[in-house]
């Protein structure tokens, strides 16, 4: 009898999901290029008159098994290296191969907004499959282009080679908030810092959380301070979007914000412009 009921058992009780998780994730900040001396006043609102502070210009990796992930891809566009006083900078494709992957082994690309640090980089990776909220996708090739549009920081090659993608097959539109897009990887968005940015949650033991421009600095994450919003009425949402973020990681160690230089302090360099988030095989 008692053979019977555990064989009853093996066969009722559901085997354990398989699905990757955020430790079968190597997650790492690359650093591509860097901004001295930005007004602070540009990524907290009413920090004080004239203070300052370096910021990095920065993507992540993602490794497993399976795929190549990044988030976000920098940009290599002159008219930006001439608008902006940005040092050390190097090429994002010619970064990532500093780290030993090469372009065309990045299977896909998480854009987790359309401006031109973050997007401007997507024609260096010309076999990946990129993913971007479909509103995003939507605002920056239609409207944010019409007479009362809002298209600043955007550029519009990028928008070009971003639809060239599409009629290519390459691009995944996500459709909002809590998707689980690929395994482990979940889209959030609420955070609105342009028309439907989105943040990144890698789900695990622990779960990591990136943030790109929707928290810039760890200071913004510890005083609760909202980033730049694509609309000064959804700094309400942005507040709220960094307590989910913090809900989701569990503390601010596990939330990786856009631009805070001390990313590549507080984890350990694992090549010339990179630290590794999370552990992993050693370069
Ligand atoms: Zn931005």
């Not at 500093?98 to 907004?113: F, P």
């Not at 909002?176 to 695990?204: C, M």
């Amino acid at each position: 009898m008692r053979t019977c009921l555990l064989a009853l058992l093996a066969i009722t009780v559901p085997a354990p999901a398989t699905t990757l998780r955020a430790q079968d994730y190597e997650i790492s900040a690359v650093r591509y290029g860097e901004i001295s001396g930005f007004p602070l006043q540009g990524l907290l609102p009413d920090a004080p008159e004239g203070e300052t502070i370096d910021i990095a210009l920065v993507f992540w990796l993602l490794e497993n098994d399976d795929r190549t992930v990044l988030f976000d891809t920098g940009f290599f566009r002159a008219a930006w290296l001439e608008r902006f006083d940005i040092s050390e900078f190097l090429r994002p494709d010619s970064a990532l191969a500093q780290a030993g992957v090469a372009s065309d082994e990045v299977t896909d690309i998480v854009v987790s907004h359309a401006h031109w640090d973050h997007m401007g980089g997507i024609e260096l990776f010309p076999t990946a499959t990129i993913w971007i909220q479909a509103d995003e996708y939507a605002y920056y090739t239609g409207p944010a282009w019409q007479e009362g549009g809002r298209a600043g920081g955007i550029d519009p090659d990028d928008v070009l080679h971003l639809v060239q993608r599409n009629l290519a097959g390459d691009v995944r539109l996500i459709e909002g908030d809590g998707v689980e897009f690929l395994p482990g990887l979940v889209a959030h968005t609420g955070a609105r810092h342009t028309r439907s940015s989105q943040f990144l949650e890698i789900r695990g033991d622990p779960t990591w959380v990136l943030a790109s421009d929707n928290a810039y600095l760890y200071r913004g994450l510890r005083e609760r301070r909202a980033s730049a919003t694509f609309l000064p009425s959804d700094r309400a949402a942005n507040l709220r979007a960094l307590d989910r973020m913090l809900a989701l990681a569990g503390d601010t160690l596990h939330v990786v914000p856009g631009h805070d230089v001390l990313q590549f302090e507080r984890f350990p360099a694992s090549g010339p412009r990179m630290v590794r988030v999370t552990g992993g095989r050693d370069r």
